[in-house]
């Protein structure tokens, strides 16, 4: 059971919040990838303890850092970030049987207008009229 559940109208006031940290974390998450595979093509190559590979190592550590933060960020909301290379991110919300689903937000969109059961993720969004 997640700690809360959104209406929509919730959900929507927190975007402008929510889509600049989705932005951060695409980046911040493409420069990781970068670092960690410099680090370990020096390290491939018996490399692992030069100064530069040292250098990429600490920058891997930084950038890991810095996801994790903007990931409690957005869990702080209230969010969870389900794919931070395409910015998805959900938000728990009751449908009016009063089951459990997700708003769903994608952060080229301009407001959450979309909801999946727990179980069907992105490829199963359903317009908020059907909510």
Known sequence: MPER?????EANALVP?????????????HELGFARSQWQELESFGQGEGEEALAWREKT?????RVVALLDEV?????VVKDPLQGLADFP??????????????DDEERIGHWHPLEGGFAARRPLVDL
């Not at 550590?61 to 850092?65: G, K, S």
């Not at 869990?75 to 969010?79: L, S």
């Open 75 to 79: 869990r702080a909301m209230g969010a």
């Open 93 to 106: 919300a009751r449908r009016r049987d009063g089951s459990l689903v997700l708003l769903c937000y994608r």
């Open 5 to 9: 559940v959104f209406t929509p109208e």
């Open 61 to 65: 550590e930084a950038l890991a850092a």
């Open 17 to 29: 919040q929510l889509r600049p940290l989705l932005a951060q974390l695409r980046e911040a998450h």
